[in-house]
Every structure is written in C-alpha cells, then in structure tokens.
T-cell receptor, first 115, second 118 residues
C-alpha cells in the first residue's frame, strides 16, 4: 500500500500571497487531518475532513481553509500569508471512521517558508 | 490543563540499553486512543504504537512497548535495545472520544528528544 503523499514538499512564498497544499491519503482511508508544526507552538490541529465534509476544526483564523474531494484527496489553502505561517504542515490519513482505530499515518509534510 | 504532558524535553541512552519516555494524559472521555510517533530530523511523523483505552493488555510492536497505567493516566513508551537510528523526537498523542462520533483529531505533547550514544 502506498503511503500518504503531500505536495509540494517545500514552498517559499512572500507575505500577502496565498498557498495551496495537497494531500493524498492511503488508499481506502476517507479521513484526512491537517496539522501545523512550529518550534514555538508545537503540533496544532487545523481541521479534519471525512467523506468530503469538515468533521473537526481547530483554533485557526479563517485564512486557513480546506476541502476534500470525492477521491479523498484533500487540499488546504492559506490566504494572505503572514510570517508566522512559516511551518511544517503535516497531513494525516486514517481509516473510514470505524475499526481499526490504530491507523493514523502521516505524510512527509510540506515545509512552508514565508518571507 | 495540558491534555498531553511529556516531562522530559531530552533523554540520553547508551546503544543497546532500554529507555522509557514518559507521557501522562488528561481526559474525561471513557473511550480514547493513545499514539506514539517518532519524528527524525527529516520531519516525517512515523507511527510507532497504539493503545486503546479499552485494551486490557499493553501494546507491543517489535522493540516498542507501551506501559499503559489507566488509573494513573500514563502511557509511557519503552524502547528496548536502543539503536543509533532511534535518535529522534518522540511525540505522545491522544484521540478523545469514539472515532465514529468525535473524529480522528489528535492532541500532541511537546515531545522528547532522544539521543542514543554509541
């Protein structure tokens, strides 16, 4: 089984721009979650999508948004980038909402730098 | 209150020895899951081991075992026979509630940086 893939792996943007990150989950997984990791704040949950619907949302401003497609692939968008948005963005793929409950696998991440 | 607490910012261990990384959690849910991940300097989060709140036995996966003490709300990771490649950041995480109703959201601790010395 192929793992979770994220594109692009690295991204450099300037303040005020917007960015779109992509995540393809493991085949058969219908849940995709997004996390932001920074040295200061650690790992923080952004949102989760399950069957094309947002199921959970973390405490981030509306500049952060996401969506999920019918093939379970997910994108997250950050508009009007700020310096503080520089981070590693991780996507996690998990099973269809039932057992096995232990499947929650991460992709390699997208490292975003905002200049 | 912190939901996941990892009190050891850094740990050192000699190669081939065992090491225990501490994790305590706080939840009022009866159903929850506890995960441990390894994050090398490359950044990828590697799943190590999982313990469900209703699992009666401690989880084991190869050299990894989870010392689950439910009454104390602790879920310590034990790595036996440490290897140089085990040097990395280790995160404890919790999913609260039933997945079917509460989703797959994880709350992470701050991590423990493990260094294995030759």
């Amino acid at each position: 089984k192929a793992g979770v893939t994220q594109t692009p792996r690295y991204l450099i943007k300037t303040r005020g721009q917007q960015v779109t990150l992509s995540c393809s989950p493991i085949s058969g997984h219908r849940s995709v979650s997004w996390y932001q990791q920074t040295p200061g704040q650690g790992l923080q949950f952004l949102f989760e999508y399950f069957s094309e619907t947002q199921r959970n949302k973390g405490n981030f401003p509306g500049r952060f948004s996401g969506r999920q497609f019918s093939n379970s692939r997910s994108e997250m968008n950050v508009s009007t980038l700020e310096l503080g948005d520089s981070a590693l963005y991780l996507c996690a793929s998990s099973s269809s909402g039932g057992p096995p409950y232990n499947e929650q696998f991460f992709g390699p991440g997208t490292r975003l730098t905002v200049l | 209150a912190q939901k996941i607490t990892q009190t050891q910012p850094g740990m050192f261990v000699q190669e081939k020895e065992a090491v225990t990384l501490d994790c305590t959690y706080d939840t009022s849910d009866q159903s929850y899951g506890l995960f441990w991940y390894k994050q090398p300097s490359s950044g990828e989060m590697i799943f190590l081991i999982y313990q469900g709140s209703y699992d009666e036995q401690n989880a084991t996966e190869g050299r990894y075992s989870l010392n689950f003490q439910k009454a104390r709300k602790s879920a310590n990771l034990v790595i036996s026979a440490s290897q140089l490649g085990d040097s990395a950041m280790y995160f404890c995480a919790m999913r609260e509630g039933r997945v079917e109703t509460s989703g797959s959201r994880l709350t992470f601790g701050e991590g423990t940086q493990l260094t294995v010395n030759p």
